[in-house]
T-cell receptor, first 113, second 112 residues
């Protein structure tokens, strides 16, 4: 099966702290992983893509890691702000690549003042 | 660019009725997808297209039909709506394989 798991419990953190979200996958290791942000009532918005040969990718306050040994990707938001509050989704393609993504259920992040 | 647009935003159907959810993109993307999103289930792929005239099934295709006559449009048809099809539907497009997907604003469908 193409299982991809994210922590379903909401993550509450204080403003200014680093938020770390986890994406675990089973069976095969994907060619890449994608991370999206989704706000209530809106469609997901792409944030970062990390390929299997990349250990780490950064974009402004965002950092994604990809550990094929642990079958895990970590998504970090440094210096978090209340505006970062949203649900974050990870997604992987089928074996061999392609665009037919399988999404995790997402983790809701709440950044409190 | 408008990006990915979807109509309608909301729709209520009675069991057995048919309807078409519209999706259009103005970015000249070859790849387009339809997903449904249900609480606790995440986004699940319904149908997929890699270009005009080419479609493929996703994880949950039953009860839905698609066609792709142009690069811009990718409508999703419900031939006989069922309460199990109550969901939020998202259309997405991407430039090529392995690239980011651009999502529309979604259609919230309720089947009574």
């Amino acid at each position: 099966s193409q299982k991809i798991e994210q922590n379903s419990e909401a993550l509450n953190i204080q403003e200014g702290k680093t938020a770390t979200l986890t994406c675990n996958y089973t069976n095969y290791s994907p060619a890449y992983l994608q991370w999206y942000r989704q706000d209530p009532g809106r469609g997901p918005v792409f944030l970062l893509l990390i390929r299997e040969n990349e250990k780490e990718k950064r974009k402004e306050r965002l950092k994604v890691t990809f550990d094929t040994t642990l079958k895990q990707s970590l998504f970090h938001i440094t210096a978090s702000q209340p505006a970062d509050s949203a649900t974050y989704l990870c997604a992987r393609p089928p074996p061999g690549g392609g665009n037919k993504l399988t999404f995790g259920t997402g983790t809701q992040l709440k950044v409190e003042l | 660019n408008a990006g990915v647009t979807q109509t309608p935003k909301f729709q209520v159907l009675k069991t057995g009725q048919s309807m078409t959810l519209q999706c259009a993109q103005d970015m000249n993307h070859e790849y387009m997808s339809w997903y449904r999103q249900d609480p606790g289930m995440g986004l699940r792929l319904i149908h997929y297209s890699v270009g005009a005239g080419i479609t493929d099934q996703g994880e949950v295709p039953n009860g839905y039909n698609v066609s792709r006559s142009t690069t811009e449009d990718f409508p999703l048809r419900l031939l006989s709506a069922a309460p199990s099809q109550t969901s939020v539907y998202f259309c997405a497009s991407s430039y090529s394989e392995g690239r980011e997907q651009y999502f529309g604003p979604g259609t919230r469908l309720t089947v009574t």
